[in-house]
C-alpha cells in the first residue's frame, strides 16, 4: 500500500506510521519502506541511525538477504524499516527502476504487509510511478490546505497509470466546515455513486 498527498506537509508519513502500527497490532508482520528519498522522515521518527537504505538497494545488485539485513526492527511495535538511506541526486530515476519492482516482491515474500511512503504526488513523479507497483494506495489530504482543484489533480494522475485508491484521509477539518461537507458529498459521490441519502 502507498501512502502519499498532493502536498507536502498534509500528513501522509504520520498516517503511514499509524497504518503500519495498526496492521502490526493485528498480529501481521509489517514492513514500512520511507520511499520520500527528497524529504525523509522515518529514520527520526524511529531513532534509526543514518545507514543504507532505499536508495542504497536502488542503486547496487545486491542479494535477497543482504537487502533484507537492510531492514531493522522497531522493538516496540514489532515493524519492520526500511530507511531512505543516502539521499541520491536522482530519486525519481531509482523509483522507476526494474530493482523497484524486484525489491517490493522480495518485501511481500517476507511480509503480510507492506506500506510505502512517497513523496507528494504533484510535486514529483516518485509517487505516480510507485502506485503503479503496488496494490493499492490512501490517499492523505490536509482539509484546510489542499484545494478541491489539487486533490482532482492528483486523483487524476494516480488514475491516469492505473492505480487503485483505496480511500481517503482527511486530516484537520472541522467538522462543521464547508471542506468537510464538500470531500465527504465529493467523495461519497465519486466511490459509492450519487444514490447515498444526505443529511
Do not use: W
Request: hydrophobic share 35%; aromatic share 6%; charged share 15%.
Amino acid at each position: 500500500m502507498l501512502i502519499t498527498s498532493s502536498l507536502p506537509g498534509e500528513g501522509k508519513t504520520t498516517t503511514a506510521v499509524n497504518t503500519a502500527f495498526s496492521l502490526a497490532q493485528t498480529g501481521a508482520s509489517v514492513v514500512i519502506v520511507d520511499a520520500d528519498m527528497r524529504r525523509p522522515r522515518l529514520r527520526s521518527i524511529f531513532g534509526v541511525h543514518e545507514q543504507l537504505g532505499l536508495s542504497s538497494i536502488l542503486s547496487s545488485s545486491l542479494s535477497e538477504d543482504e537487502i533484507l539485513e537492510m531492514v531493522s526492527r522497531d522493538e516496540a511495535s514489532g515493524l519492520g524499516i526500511l530507511t531512505s538511506g543516502p539521499i541520491p541526486p536522482n530519486p525519481a530515476e531509482l523509483i522507476g527502476s526494474d530493482q523497484m519492482s524486484h525489491l517490493l516482491s522480495i518485501l511481500q515474500n517476507h511480509f503480510d504487509h507492506v506500506v510505502i511512503d512517497s513523496p507528494p504526488v504533484s510535486s514529483f513523479t516518485d509517487g505516480v510511478l510507485i502506485s503503479t507497483m503496488v496494490d493499492g494506495v490512501l490517499l492523505v489530504v490536509h482539509g484546510g490546505k489542499s484545494s478541491r482543484h489539487i486533490v482532482r489533480r492528483s486523483k487524476q494522475l494516480l488514475q491516469e497509470v492505473g492505480a487503485k485508491i483505496f480511500g481517503v484521509v482527511l486530516n484537520n477539518t472541522e467538522v462543521q466546515s464547508h471542506d468537510y461537507y464538500y470531500y465527504q458529498r465529493y467523495y461519497s459521490e465519486k466511490y459509492y455513486g450519487s444514490q447515498q441519502p444526505t443529511a
